[in-house]
């Protein structure tokens, strides 16, 4: 794993940015930095007690389909120890993510560079960037989060910008707007966190605020919608009067692709830094890199202390390690020309491989991090369906998967997603959308809700379908008392009914007033749970 940039605030408010089951009322900040997301994610793993079952250090070399055993081979080694061993599993579950695999720009020279280089997905913290003359390459979501936290401290800083990108409003900003004046953030006070602390319905509202606002606005992806065209002139205008001291610098900045053809980005304060008087805007292409700085196509050399590398990653979902399944064939090949899966989690052809956040599994909008939710449920029920069921591997079907490739195909031929620009959410320029799922958030909460199990292939233990059903015996027969009445244990208590209305209960039931000393023991009848 790679080291994030943790000074950093996200772009997505704090409150959304959490799983639903484990909220944090405690956020300090509306955009939360990366120091503070690590924090709650450390105690969530603690909370659950999950660190004992991560391997840390490791790197896994090659995973190949056993199906003479069905099960899956992971070739791994120690990165500390060097060690290298095999381990044999009989699910694989591919967690790699979208944006991991980071990589050095395509430019001559980099290597030979003598000052500090740095990608900003691999950031050296020790590294002091104060005073010192520091180059950023890259204009995409990466390069608008360096370059505002760099500017500020540095004796220069020269932008180098190949391509355009909108600056979008700050997503879910109707709080922000409320708060403050500016774009950028702001602080929650101690009062209101502690009362969300002792008001949980009082936290849920305000959560549920800022999780509508970000559902919402899907409709700005279709291709000369109203919302579409009423994006494109807010955006416009609203980059143009951030660049209000330097108004020139919009005809480099801004696109004429449309918006959300790549992902919106809010930057707070991208273009008010790139307007100070120790930042250089530079659209040249650069030609090379040599010992002492950047040479671009023009001719010029700009010497620099720093060279800061925000260009991005590996989109092309080629894994980082061959995959090969059934047939011995590679993933790496299966997706040489083309992506296609089931719902982003399946492949035919590699059975019980799963993955979280595969191709056309990321949003345009909405929530991420419940879509991640779901498909690890959906895995989960995949995963039990294998050990109650006497499976020994299912896979979706070659059908399904043509159908959700096909059907992706169509949808986005209508949305902005396929329009012309460097995205990644295509692959190349003009390339099939590779990236996102074909619909809205809430669209892809529901698809995963329930598993299709119509749509997987199945090959069964000893080959016997009936092998779940086992020899007429439970294990919870030689059970202690709790083992043998499970099925008691979420038990609810219908009360007495105490004033003689009907309360909707259905008939034949019959319900009496039970008094004690001639008064009502309860108000009213109701269900209550006991735990």
């Not at 899956?72 to 991991?100: T, Y």
């Not at 910008?161 to 708060?179: D, H, M, Q, V, Y």
């Not at 259905?506 to 108000?523: A, D, V, W, Y």
């Amino acid at each position: 794993m790679e080291i994030p940039l943790t000074s950093l605030p996200i772009d997505i408010p704090a409150h959304c940015y959490q799983l639903s089951f484990e909220a944090n009322p405690a956020w300090t900040t509306y955009y939360a930095k990366g120091s503070e997301i690590l924090e709650y994610w450390k105690r969530v793993a603690d909370k659950y007690d999950v660190r004992k079952y991560l391997k840390l250090s490791h790197e896994a070399t090659e995973a190949r389909w056993d199906r003479e055993i069905s099960k899956w081979r992971v070739k791994l080694e120690d990165l500390q120890s060097r060690e290298k061993f095999e381990d044999i599993a009989d699910v694989l579950i591919g967690g790699i993510g979208l944006l991991n695999k980071w990589k050095w720009p395509e430019v001559p020279g980099l290597q030979t560079f003598k000052g500090r280089l740095l990608h900003n997905a691999a950031w050296d913290d020790s590294f002091s960037y104060k005073d010192k003359r520091v180059a950023v390459i890259g204009s995409g979501s990466s390069g608008i989060q360096v370059v505002p936290a760099l500017q500020p401290h540095v004796a220069k800083l020269d932008h180098y910008i190949r391509g355009r990108t909108w600056i979008a409003t700050s997503f879910a900003n109707a709080e922000l707007k409320k708060r403050t004046d500016s774009a950028s953030n702001f602080a929650f006070t101690a009062e209101e966190i502690d009362s969300w602390r002792c008001s949980p319905k009082m936290y849920l509202s305000f959560r549920k605020s800022l999780e509508a606002e970000l559902q919402s606005g899907h409709d700005i992806v279709e291709r000369n919608s109203a919302a579409q065209r009423k994006a494109r002139e807010t955006f416009t205008e609203l980059m143009k009067s951030r660049l209000a001291k330097k108004p020139e610098m919009a005809d480099h900045l801004v696109p004429s692709f449309p918006p959300l053809c790549r992902r919106l980005t809010p930057g707070p304060g991208y273009l008010e830094s790139l307007t100070e008087p120790n930042v250089e805007v530079i659209p040249s292409r650069i030609s090379e890199v040599n010992e002492t700085g950047i040479v671009t196509e023009d001719g010029l050399h700009r010497p620099v202390d720093a060279i800061v590398c925000a260009t991005g990653f590996d989109t092309s979902f080629r894994n980082r390690f061959p995959i090969y399944g059934f047939d011995g064939q590679s993933l790496q090949d299966r997706w040489s020309d083309k992506t296609s899966t089931y719902l982003s989690l399946a492949v035919d052809g590699f059975p019980n491989y799963f993955m979280s956040l595969g191709p056309n599994s990321a949003l345009g909008s909405g929530n991420l991090l419940i879509l991640m939710e779901r498909l690890a449920n959906y895995i989960a029920k995949l995963c039990s369906k294998i050990q109650t069921h006497n499976i020994s591997s299912l896979q979706p079907s070659s059908s399904a998967v043509r159908n959700f490739t096909e059907f992706c195909d169509k949808y986005f031929a209508k949305t902005v997603f396929s329009e012309e620009c460097n995205s990644w959410y295509k692959i190349g320029r003009n390339g099939r959308v590779a990236a996102v799922w074909p619909g809205s958030s809430l669209h892809s909460i529901r698809a995963l809700d329930e598993v299709r199990w119509e749509d997987f292939e199945y090959t069964y233990v000893n080959d016997d379908p009936w092998g779940w059903f086992g020899n007429g015996w439970s294990e919870r027969d030689s059970g202690n008392q709790d083992e043998k009445t499970y099925y008691l244990d979420e038990q609810t208590m219908l009360e007495d009914d105490v004033d003689g209305e009907d309360h909707g209960y259905e008939e034949p039931l019959k319900r009496k007033r039970r008094k004690i000393n001639g008064t009502p023991t309860l108000p009213k009848p109701r269900l209550r749970r006991y735990l």
